[in-house]
């Protein structure tokens, strides 16, 4: 399996990425200067060590969804100090599946830099969190299964998103309030970057409405 260091994100200041076959793991900087670690990827734990260590160092680790917990046991083992980190209505299955204890989306919240925002999508199943950064290249969405993209090495942006196949069936609960919790969302801040956990990242002038137009056929 192919795996790629944290390497910076242009025009995010403070935002990271690594790569373990398709999956990815966003690194973004707290507001004391440590690491906060999205969606933990199984196989990084290792490689990341130092690469972490030299840009602050971990003091959180959020694990974005239910589903997204193979990474957890081994990031937890790497980084004892660190703050494991889940939301409420995800909790319950992670806490079956890897016996660990987490700490609330509040525990994090109290980190944040003050661009960045905790983002609790509604209609969803999975405790889905996504991050969201405002920079002066513009707003940056970092997301789980929701949205994902086309794979291209690491640095190059791709233009467009796309669905996972899986997430209508396993992701939504309720179509219409996700519909309108997106739409409401990007009427107000206009994302133009996409850090998905599925692919590489998107960069597009018109991102929001391509976000909302997947939705409608997808959903």
Same mark, same amino acid.
Request: one cysteine or more; a positive charge.
């Given at each position: 399996?192919?795996?790629?260091?944290?390497?910076?994100?242009?025009?995010?200041?403070?935002?990271?990425?690594?790569?373990?076959?398709? &999956?990815?793991?966003?690194?973004?900087?707290?507001?004391?200067?440590?690491?906060?670690? /999205?969606?933990?990827?199984?196989?990084?734990?290792?490689?990341?060590?130092?690469?972490?260590?030299?840009?602050?160092?971990?003091?959180?680790?959020?694990?974005?969804? #239910?589903?997204?917990?193979?990474? &957890?046991?081994? #990031?937890?083992?790497? /980084?004892?100090?660190?703050?494991?980190?889940?939301?409420?209505?995800?909790?319950?299955?992670?806490?079956?599946?890897?016996?660990?204890?987490?700490?609330?989306?509040?525990?994090?919240?109290?980190?944040?830099?003050?661009?960045?925002?905790?983002?609790?999508?509604?209609?969803?199943?999975?405790?889905?969190?996504?991050?969201?950064?405002?920079?002066?290249?513009?707003?940056?969405?970092?997301?789980?299964?929701?949205?994902?993209?086309?794979?291209?090495?690491?640095?190059?942006?791709?233009?467009?998103?796309?669905?996972?196949?899986?997430?209508?069936? /396993?992701?939504?609960?309720?179509?219409?309030?996700?519909?309108?919790?997106?739409?409401?969302?990007?009427?107000?801040?206009?994302?133009?970057?996409?850090?998905?956990?599925?692919?590489?990242?998107?960069?597009?002038?018109?991102?929001?409405?391509?976000?909302?137009?997947?939705?409608?056929?997808?959903?």
């Amino acid at each position: 399996m192919t795996i790629q260091p944290f390497s910076p994100v242009t025009g995010l200041n403070g935002v990271y990425v690594a790569r373990s076959g398709k &999956l990815n793991c966003t690194a973004f900087r707290l507001r004391d200067g440590t690491i906060c670690l /999205y969606s933990p990827v199984a196989g990084l734990e290792k490689s990341e060590l130092e690469n972490l260590a030299e840009l602050g160092g971990v003091s959180a680790v959020l694990a974005p969804n #239910h589903y997204h917990n193979k990474g &957890l046991k081994g #990031h937890a083992d790497a /980084y004892p100090s660190a703050s494991l980190i889940c939301s409420k209505s995800a909790e319950p299955r992670l806490k079956k599946v890897t016996e660990l204890a987490f700490n609330p989306l509040g525990t994090l919240k109290s980190q944040l830099a003050e661009n960045q925002k905790i983002l609790e999508p509604k209609g969803l199943k999975t405790g889905e969190v996504w991050v969201q950064i405002e920079t002066a290249s513009g707003i940056a969405w970092i997301v789980t299964d929701a949205f994902n993209a086309k794979l291209h090495p690491p640095g190059v942006f791709a233009e467009s998103p796309s669905i996972l196949g899986t997430f209508p069936r /396993y992701g939504v609960k309720d179509s219409s309030v996700f519909n309108d919790w997106v739409n409401e969302q990007v009427s107000a801040v206009r994302p133009t970057i996409l850090l998905p956990c599925h692919g590489s990242p998107v960069r597009a002038p018109d991102l929001s409405s391509q976000l909302v137009g997947l939705l409608k056929g997808a959903l």
